[in-house]
């Protein structure tokens, strides 16, 4: 490859992300297909949940549920601090043909219901037609029964009070949950879940390369030093590491492993050293050469590799102390960090 092609290679991200876009596309789509399929073959036929009242209904049953009037929500249970998140479990109470019966819905079946809700709370004239949902029937858990009992009581005397002890009477055995199915899809939404997060983590990553090879760009163009650059890809090469990746010409550095993309004129380098990214003490991410330009701004981090130090690493980073400026500071020490900082207050007096 000439020194044009490394260059306008340097100037696009990997194919990489691209491929992991594709994928993150596919699989997403795949499994939307998929789950589709598999919630209309496992789909058994919905029974009447209003059929005697619920009384005596068994949990686990797929159902549905003429709804004609809706109220407000009487409790909400989950993760989120916001009643309206979709990941809170929230409880209603629905009249189907004059009785009441507890159920659980998410955001998409309550907003079929609006106009339903309305209409209950006397907002709207017109009565809406009864609109059927479906769901699995679940056990009625204490807590939700005192409060659904309470509601129930609530500007009663004592006489005409309900006990908790007569609350099927009222509510029927079990309740309806809007947000279950018959088919079982945990997998599936824990496969697009991932998939998504790949798919925004591609993202972030991608966008971050492009700014480090924009920064890499702007700085070769800023230096009139992309022409030169070329020219000494093409015939003042030195020496090359990593398969051909990282390259040493006559007065450049250039860095196109694992399809990153870095170049630095030796001149411009200040300070140069190594760091290692560690877990609990541990090296578990990566090691890279860091070089600090003489303008107190700009660094580059280049020669990014996976787990410990090699030999070749070591002859990358020996040849570019040797290649750059002798009053350039040389890893990552007490005594550089502070001559450095020094370094860049100089700058910034214009004492330099």
């Known amino acids: 490859m000439n020194g044009k092609e490394i260059l306008k290679k340097g100037k696009h991200s990997s194919k990489t992300f691209g491929i992991l876009y594709f994928i993150c596309i596919i699989v997403m789509i795949g499994t939307f297909i998929f789950s589709a399929y598999k919630i209309d073959k496992e789909t058994p036929n919905a029974t009447d949940f209003t ?6 209904l068994e949990p686990d049953k797929y159902v549905y549920l003429q709804v004609e009037g809706l109220s407000g929500l009487i409790a909400t249970y989950g993760p989120s601090d916001s009643e309206a998140s979709d990941e809170n479990e929230k409880y209603y109470i629905a009249i189907s043909d004059g009785y009441w019966y507890i159920v659980n819905l998410d955001n998409a079946t309550l ?36 409060i659904a009992v309470d509601i129930y009581n609530e500007g ?76 000494q890809l093409n ?7 990593y398969n051909d990746k990282v390259i040493f ?33 541990i090296i578990t991410v990566s090691n890279n050469i860091v ?24 002859n990358v980073f020996g040849k570019l102390c040797d290649k750059i400026p002798a009053d350039s500071l040389k890893g990552y020490t007490s005594e550089n960090i502070r001559e450095f900082r020094n370094f860049k207050k100089d700058l910034k007096n214009n004492v330099l």
């Open 111 to 146: 907003d079929q219901l609006k106009d339903i809700q309305k209409y209950t709370f006397g907002e709207i004239e017109n009565k809406p037609a009864p609109v059927t949902i479906y769901g699995i029937t679940e056990e009625v858990p204490q807590e939700l029964r005192q």
């Open 235 to 241: 015939d003042d090469v030195e020496e090359k590491f």
């Open 291 to 314: 070089l600090h330009l003489k303008d107190g701004k700009t660094n580059f981090q280049c020669l990014k590799i996976n787990g410990k130090i090699k030999d070749e690493f070591e």
């Open 156 to 231: 009663l005397t004592d006489e005409e009070k309900m006990s908790i002890d007569e609350f099927e009477q009222c509510y029927g055995s079990v309740l309806l949950n809007a947000r279950r199915t018959p088919a079982d899809l945990t997998v599936e939404t824990i496969i697009i879940g991932i998939a998504i997060i790949v798919f925004f983590i591609t993202i972030i990553v991608n966008i971050c390369d492009k700014v480090i090879r924009s920064r890499v760009y702007k700085y070769l163009k800023k230096n009139g030093y992309e022409e030169d650059l070329e020219k």
């Open 249 to 281: 010409t006559k007065d450049y550095f250039v860095d196109t492993y694992k399809g990153d993309f870095c170049a630095v004129k030796y001149s411009d380098i200040k300070w140069i050293h190594t760091h290692m990214v560690k877990y609990n003490g």
């Open 51 to 56: 059929e005697n009242g619920a009384i005596g």
